[in-house]
């Protein structure tokens, strides 16, 4: 067992990234469009949180010094349904993958520059 897996069991951990973003106002016109729905709760005026499962949280926050940097991947269950439901909202991936190991990953950026990827097991 890696070290880190013994630090970070299953048990106690959350994850909480953050996206920076320049313009918040587009930004979370963006990422609502992107999840689907408005964020679970607006931390400030700044920073807005989607709960994507208990205990881990993706947000974007006015930081226009980072802004467009971030590159994150999120593994979801149903990728074919989410993706599905992403292209009726009129999002497109940037770009779509598909790993030896049949892995499939589609990529999005949004209008700042950062990338948010999800994945989805094999068919």
Known sequence: MSEAKKIFSDDG??????????????A?????????????FVA???EAV?????HRSVAIEQLPEHAG???LTVFINDFSDFTEKVAKRE???VKRE???N???KAVYRDPEGNEIGFGGAPV
């Open 102 to 104: 049949g892995v499939r």
């Open 69 to 71: 940097h971030a590159v």
């Open 28 to 40: 979370l016109v963006w990422y609502e469009q992107l999840f689907g729905c408005p964020p679970t």
């Open 13 to 26: 951990v959350d994850l909480y990234a953050v996206i920076p973003v320049n313009d918040y106002a587009a």
């Open 50 to 54: 989607w709960e994507l499962a208990e």
């Open 98 to 100: 598909t790993y030896g």
């Open 91 to 93: 999002l497109t991936p």
């Open 44 to 46: 400030s005026d700044t």
